[in-house]
């Protein structure tokens, strides 16, 4: 089945250009041109990866996708842009993106970080994921089930979760784990990580995820 890709920008032209390559390398692009209306598009259809230009109309990308995160969303999200400042770069992975692109670029290498973030991801169309005897994760709701009942969890909580997820056996350093749970107007806490940390292995098993000393976090799946 084709993945569908949530296409923000406003140059028609590039719009075009991009939509034509993916369109033939078999993805699905819904070509939006500014900010409000791909926040439409978004929660309207499933969405597997978002092709993001900051500059445009209405709601720039930067606070598109910091919306998007405080909901509670992490579909894979790349920045496509001019702007190419350290500060830029930062304030977009501070947003929330998980890749950053600068124009001009070759479509090819559009392409090659596309597939990288989408082998990173669910298959969103699988719907739970087991971890152990009675525990699925729901892929789509974001909740941890036991027996088909909820398990209740801090938001914090599941962010971890479906990060660890997300990279089975896989080092997971503490800044990055910070970078996703905490805001940057927020502080990390080492001690709220680590309740996390007990917290998942309590429902998930001790052995599930591993501590790197002095280094972050492994999911062993």
């Not at 990390?188 to 591993?210: F, M, N, Q, V």
Request: glycine residues 4%; hydrophobic residues 40%; contains cysteine.
């Amino acid at each position: 089945m084709k993945k569908t890709i949530l296409l923000l920008e406003d140059d028609i032209s590039l719009s075009d250009t991009i939509k034509q390559f993916l369109s033939l390398k078999n993805y699905e692009v819904l070509a939006v041109y500014d900010g409000f209306e791909a926040e439409e598009v978004f929660f309207e259809r499933d969405i597997d990866l978002m092709l993001l230009d900051v500059k445009v109309p209405s709601l720039d990308g930067f606070d598109l996708l910091k919306k998007l995160r405080d909901s509670g969303d992490d579909t894979p999200a790349i920045f496509i842009t001019s702007l190419n400042s350290v500060e830029d770069v930062t304030k977009g992975f501070d947003r929330g993106c998980d890749d950053y692109i600068r124009k001009p670029f070759a479509l090819k290498e559009l392409l090659v970080r596309i597939e990288a973030q989408l082998k990173k991801s669910f298959n969103t169309h699988d719907e739970f994921l087991d971890l152990k005897s009675g525990v699925r994760f729901d892929i789509k709701s974001q909740k941890l089930l036991k027996n088909n009942y909820p398990i209740p969890l801090k938001t914090k909580e599941i962010k971890l979760l479906s990060l660890l997820l997300k990279h089975p056996n896989e080092l997971l350093t503490y800044e990055k784990i910070y970078e996703v749970l905490w805001d940057f107007s927020e502080e990390p806490s080492s001690g709220s990580l680590r309740a996390y940390i007990k917290t998942l292995r309590s429902h998930l098993g001790k052995e599930s995820i591993e501590t790197v000393k002095n280094r972050g976090y492994r999911f062993v799946g």
